[in-house]
């Protein structure tokens, strides 16, 4: 049914040109967001139906996508031509502003997954440079890359303040739209706007901390290339400073081959540890990158294991915490010391939707054939399955081909040996 033509405060794009599995994700996220009061219009980017560009597993996605239930008030239009994302943000904008009279307009990726609140962060900081820098031309991001010239220069209220923006999601007032429109002809539409927002000493600003993650690779045709250790990866932006947490998860439906990668924030988080999540990131920008807090793990406990937790030692704590989520949430559970060599990907057979089992790393420094010590700073376990059934065990050279431990000792993680025997 065609929504009626009423007033809505918010008015979203989303530009769908092929990667319809990622776009699935898209739409589960921000199907569990708050969307009151917004207007969404999905445009369909990609060659039309009977295209033979398309397979006719991703035709079955593409057409699983348009009918997707969104809980939002939504337009769905179909192209009968391929075009690109400046065609559809015209349709989309121009349809939001003069029909659906949105006050703030949004662009949001169709290869992108959101917070819960993301739209209301957005919404306050709009709201904040409305009331503080009134007539000042702004964009307001939810995503703060770390790539290219993105770097942060200051801090603004509650706000970081960003030398430059990538087009993956940008909330803006709606009335700087006829000044933005004919820029959004150019394929290079984001430098344009965010130079001409510049010259005009406006602000381009981001969330702290972000509320959107982008999960496929930049551009459409992004190619791998070599990073500065030679090791061959996809030059994709991910924010270092967006997780999930519990409440996040627990809003979501999980999967057994979900993909997660949990931290403790009992574990000690350095620069150094910091450079290696943004590698694991890069190398897993498919998954959810889960944060745990003392309480959101407490809160896993029954009464009885919480009365032992809060009497133990720091290393009993972080063995009782990765069992408890790893057994609640399935996924990996990864020291803040470890650095990826590689994706993980290969370990974990994605199409088996039952996949039951867990899979240990061995350190190097382990001179034994049975590999009964080992490694507890880095796991995986499927849901509700046991740490001690369908063990599959990686020899030390093995795992030092995915992962290099740096820490000094194997006393920074959950010591599980006595878990797995």
């Known amino acids: ?81 391929h075009g690109n994302i400046n065609h559809s943000l015209l349709i989309g904008f121009d349809l939001l502003k003069n029909v659906y009279q949105c006050q703030y307009l949004v662009i949001l990726d169709s290869d992108t997954i959101v ?71 150019d394929c290079h539409f984001d430098n344009r706007v965010c130079n001409w927002i510049k010259k005009r000493r406006g602000y381009l600003c981001c969330t702290v901390p972000s509320v959107v993650e982008h999960i496929g690779y930049i551009g459409l045709h992004s190619q791998p290339k070599l990073n500065i250790d030679g090791m061959l990866v996809y030059n994709h932006d991910v924010s270092v400073d967006f997780y999930w947490n519990k409440n996040d998860l627990d809003q979501i439906e999980l999967k057994k081959d979900s993909r997660l990668i949990h931290r403790l924030n009992l574990d000690l988080e350095t620069n150094e540890s910091r450079s290696y999540l943004l590698k694991f990131k890069q190398y897993h920008y498919q998954y959810l990158h889960v944060n745990w807090t003392d309480s959101e ?74 590999y009964t010590n080992y490694a507890n700073y880095i796991m995986y376990g499927s849901k509700r399955c046991p740490l001690n059934q369908n063990a599959r065990i990686l020899t030390p050279e093995q795992s030092q081909i995915y992962v290099l431990y740096h820490g000094s000792d194997l006393t920074n993680g959950p010591d599980v040996s006595s878990l797995i025997r």
């Open 297 to 370: 793990i407490e809160s896993l406990l029954t009464p009885t294991d919480l009365e032992i937790y809060c009497q133990s030692s720091q290393q009993i704590k972080q063995t009782m915490a990765v069992k408890h989520i790893l057994w609640n949430y399935g996924g990996f559970y990864v020291n803040q010391l470890v650095e990826c060599l590689q994706s993980l990907d290969p370990l974990l057979n994605y199409q088996d939707h039952d996949l039951t089992q867990n899979i240990f790393f061995t350190d190097g420094s382990n001179q034994t054939t049975n």
């Open 1 to 81: 049914m065609h929504p009626l033509a009423v007033k809505y405060r918010i008015g979203i794009v989303i530009s769908i040109f092929g990667r319809y599995d990622l776009t699935v994700r898209m739409l589960d996220s921000i199907n569990n967001s708050d969307l009151s009061d917004t207007m969404v219009i999905l445009v369909d980017e990609s060659n039309s139906r009977n295209s033979p560009v398309l397979s006719e597993h991703d035709r079955q996605i593409s057409d699983n996508v348009m009918q997707y239930p969104l809980k939002a008030d939504h337009l769905k239009i179909f192209k009968g031509q």
């Open 115 to 185: 917070k819960k609140h993301w739209l209301r962060e957005l919404l306050n900081a709009g709201q904040y440079l409305d009331k503080n820098y009134p007539n000042v031309p702004y964009l307001v991001s939810g995503f703060a890359t770390i790539n290219g010239g993105h770097c942060e220069i200051g801090r603004m209220g509650p706000l970081r303040q960003m030398n430059d923006l990538g087009g993956i999601n940008w909330l803006f007032p709606s009335q700087q739209y006829e000044q933005i429109r004919p820029m959004l002809f």
